[in-house]
């Protein structure tokens, strides 16, 4: 995560050198333009939070879904049982 966030402000650094290139003598567009990459490198951000926090709640499932796959069998087993045996005591119709 840290060298996601490092690489982000470096695209942000690199985006708003450009910014300064493109507009060498007007101060107004220079704070325009460095604004609008400040928004974008923001959602970018924030998109990458989203994809870690994503991906740590997948990777909790699948801790969950391991921790508890042998109990999650047992009770099959239990439920396929109990059916069976109120499969016997229903009459024939």
Partial sequence: MKASLLL????TAVLAVG???NTPE????????V???AQKATTMAKDAFSRVRESEAAQQAR??????A??????LVWLKEQLAELWK????V
Avoid: F, G, M, Y
């Fill in 19 to 21: 910014a300064r290139a």
């Fill in 35 to 37: 604004q609008e990459l």
């Fill in 63 to 68: 801790q969950w879904l391991a921790d508890n």
């Fill in 8 to 11: 982000l402000l470096a695209c």
């Fill in 70 to 75: 042998e109990l999650a069998k047992q009770r």
């Fill in 89 to 92: 005591k229903t009459p024939a």
């Fill in 26 to 33: 007007e101060p107004k567009a220079l704070v325009q333009k």
